[in-house]
């Protein structure tokens, strides 16, 4: 059974920083593109960030990107997030997933996810 636990949410204060993490297990996680969405509250869910299998290639959203860098770590079946420069806008549940199927690449479309985990709030205050 595929499972993907998050960590590293919390609440910061505007310009702050907070490195989330994802482990993963139930898969082979180096065959697998992973990528970060969140969900604002009355928003529709977002892609923020995404990886390929070997950490290569990456992709980021223009709201995000110079500020959020995602990382993977084979070895420990893990992905990150760090996020610098937060900003209130920030504040969102953020989740990890998980592609279907082995592949190469970075994944762009959120029906290309298979495997979610359960999501950590991340509150930034101004």
């Known amino acids: 059974q595929v499972q993907l636990v998050e960590s590293g949410g919390g609440l910061v204060q505007a310009g702050g920083s907070l490195r989330l993490s994802c482990a993963a297990s139930?898969?082979?996680?180096?065959?697998?593109?992973m990528g970060w969405f969140r969900q604002a509250p009355g928003k529709e869910r977002e892609l923020i960030a995404a990886i390929s299998r070997r950490g290569d290639s990456t992709y980021y959203a223009d709201s995000v990107k110079g500020r959020f860098t995602i990382s993977r770590d084979n070895a420990k079946n893990t992905v990150y997030l760090q996020m610098n420069s937060l900003k209130p806008e920030d504040t969102a549940v953020y989740s990890c997933?998980?592609?279907?199927?082995?592949?190469?690449?970075?994944?762009?479309?959120?029906?290309?996810?298979?495997?979610w985990g359960q999501g950590t709030q991340v509150t930034v205050s101004s």
């Open positions: 139930g898969l082979i996680f180096s065959s697998r593109p």
């Open positions: 997933a998980a592609t279907a199927f082995s592949s190469a690449g970075v994944k762009l479309k959120e029906d290309e996810y298979q495997h």
